[in-house]
């Protein structure tokens, strides 16, 4: 795709072409805060266009065979494995994710693709006799199936912008229906151009249609248009919670934030625990749903345990994503503000620095805060940003207690040598998923990924978005 400054682009059933109109949105790198390239600005119009050419592939797609389906799914996930190299510059240049990530970013979510074509073959439904219920007899017969919701509107955010706009599309092609792609400003590059590999791959032009422009001029439009069936959205809270309250009556699959806790009693490991909480909080600047964004630590081991994460993170790589530094500039200079402003209202507050606090523009260099308390505002809200907060606790149920006040629940961890102590504490976390022993993160794709409150509605995970981006049918065969 051409994505130099000057030119706007979109992309149309002849593949590239320079925007119709005057109207783009400019693409901003965080390296350099300079234009990277502009993708055209739909307007309502041109969306009522898209979404219409999307119903009549629908008439279509939804008849082809299932086998075909998977077929020219293989086929898109191939396309993306050929061009990982480009795909990962994308990513390096729109976001600011290190090479070995994006790399790594493309790969999954070409294996994912490839796992869900195989495993959309093995949806199956079932039969149901009427004599299983009281008074009835064997006359009747349900034939259940799986059918398609019809125009999904998928909505990926900055931080995974191939990946976790894949994550929605392909369950939701595998399962008959069309898609919407809306990628994010800093993202959509990319997602053009994961559109196009699907075209090349043989998907039909009308089956799936990337959507740019200004969430603000169409964002409401979209979300609450009368020929979408399906909103399936990855993005903050506040987002999350317009969207239902906007969509009404269309079914949701909502990913929303997490403030997930790692809970480190006195047996744990400390530096199997000091390994998975580094990595959980500062991969990608800790710019990700899942990462660890606290620590409760019982008091025996917390000198200790802080000792170790500090000089931990103090060896973590910090620059150019092309150097494949851990933490590298955050996606904008706002998002720096939000996280500054944070470390250093703890601070003021009694918080003790483990690190040195360093920014160069929307870069920020790693920061442990130590003795954080209930009252700091880091305790509780989402940074988004490569700061750790450490909160100190007397024993396992403060642990919980305290994770439990959050008002998210995507993922806690628990770190401990008693196993069948981190189970019975795995079932009181208000969470969608427990990591005993391990980072909080997202997979292995074919698990599932549930976030109860405020982080999220749904399952997703290959099976579980298949069956979420379907419906059940019912045919009563009356003998």
């Known amino acids: 795709m051409p994505n130099g400054a000057d030119d706007c682009v979109q992309l149309g059933p002849q593949g590239w072409t320079s925007c119709q109109s005057g109207e783009h949105v400019a693409v901003y790198g965080p390296v350099h805060g300079q234009i990277i390239g502009k993708v055209h600005a739909f307007s309502r119009e041109e969306v009522d266009q898209a979404i219409g050419r999307l119903q009549e592939g629908f008439q279509s797609w939804k008849r082809m065979l299932l086998t075909e389906r998977a077929q020219l799914l293989h086929q898109w996930a191939d396309k993306l494995e050929a061009n990982r190299a480009e795909l990962a510059e994308l990513l390096m240049l729109e976001i600011a994710k290190n090479h070995r990530d994006s790399l790594d970013e493309v790969q999954r979510s070409a294996d994912f693709i490839h796992y869900t074509a195989e495993e959309g073959l093995r949806l199956a439904g079932e039969t149901l006799f009427g004599d299983a219920f009281p008074g009835q007899t064997r006359q009747k017969v349900s034939i259940v199936g799986r059918v398609p919701l019809g125009v999904v509107l998928a909505i990926p955010p900055f931080n995974y912008p191939i990946n976790l706009a894949v994550t929605k599309i392909a369950p939701a092609l595998m399962g008959g229906n069309v898609v919407v792609l809306k990628p994010p400003t800093q993202g959509a590059i990319a997602g053009l151009n994961i559109t196009r590999l699907a075209y090349e791959a043989g998907i039909p032009d009308n089956v799936i249609i990337a959507i740019t422009g200004s969430g603000r001029v169409i964002g409401d439009y979209l979300i609450s248009h009368p020929r979408v069936n399906m909103i399936n959205f990855t993005g903050s809270t506040q987002t999350g919670q317009h969207i239902a309250s906007k969509a009404i009556m269309v079914p949701l699959l909502l ?225």
């Open 255 to 479: 990913e929303l934030g997490g403030k997930d806790a790692a809970i480190v009693l006195a047996d744990a490991n400390i530096e199997r625990a000091r390994d998975n909480i580094v990595s959980g909080a500062f991969s990608y600047s800790g710019q990700r749903c899942t990462a660890v964004k606290r620590v409760l630590v019982v008091e025996e081991i917390a000198d200790q345990l802080a000792t170790a994460v500090a000089q931990k993170v103090m060896t973590l790589s910090v620059g150019a994503p092309e150097a494949d530094s851990v933490v590298t500039p955050l996606i904008s200079n706002e998002a720096a503000d939000f996280v500054w402003d944070m470390i250093h209202e703890a601070v003021a507050q009694g918080a003790v620095a483990l690190t040195p606090l360093r920014r160069e523009g929307n870069l920020i260099y790693p920061v442990v805060l130590d003795f954080v308390t209930r009252d700091m505002r880091v305790a509780w809200e989402e940074p988004f940003g490569p700061v750790l907060p450490i909160i100190r606790i007397h024993d396992a149920e403060e642990g919980v207690e305290l994770a439990n006040a959050s008002e998210y629940g995507l993922q806690g961890a628990i770190f401990t040598q008693d196993v069948s102590q981190a189970f019975l504490l795995a079932e009181e976390l208000d969470v969608g998923t427990v990591q005993i022993n391990g980072k909080t993160s997202r997979g292995p794709d074919h698990f599932p990924f549930v976030g109860t409150k405020a982080s999220g509605m749904g399952a997703q995970g290959v099976r579980y978005s298949l069956l979420a981006m379907t419906r059940l049918k019912s045919t009563v065969l009356n003998l």
